[in-house]
């Protein structure tokens, strides 16, 4: 009987993580993965990501986060893109980020991580402090743990400003 309830939480536990890379958008030949990760004391109700002319990210994308580890994958074409605007609450207005420090690129083919996203809202003065940090370790554990298809078959990168050699030092040893 404990034989067939481990096989049976095995099978489950298996089928359960191979859905979650079929829900994922196939990619087409310019596109890859980018994974959105945020902490901090609220998440984010609309995070607007934009290129030079469009807007790809719109509050009902938004709702699919990882309400306990604060992810989501999305699917954008390659290029250079910035966080933009960022509204914690229907009732907030958006708090505008800043240029210089929320900038990335998405490479075709691959999962692209530009470091998480750190809001944190100063209720006494309504104020947003808010900043990126690499945590690319922490990010690749959850994708194993949620998306391991996707680990498998998608070379997965930093995007964000400056350079981490981090994952290819990693597969090489």
Known sequence: ????????????SFFSQAESYKNLPKLKSNQGYFVVSYAGNYPPYHLSIVSHDAFFLSKEDVSGFDSKEGYK??????GQYKFSRLKLSKRQSYYKLRDYEFVFTVTAGKVNYAGDLMFEYHHYNKSVTSSVVNHISKTYVWLQEHYP????????????????EFMSFYFNQ
């Not at 309830?5 to 099978?11: K, M, N, Q, V």
């Not at 994958?73 to 390659?78: A, F, N, P, R, Y």
């Not at 298809?149 to 981490?164: A, F, M, T």
């Open 1 to 12: 009987m404990r034989a067939l309830l481990l096989f049976s939480i095995f099978l489950v």
């Open 73 to 78: 994958i999305i699917v954008l074409d390659e």
């Open 149 to 164: 298809k996707l680990v498998d078959r998608h070379e997965i990168i930093y995007s964000g400003l400056g350079e981490d």
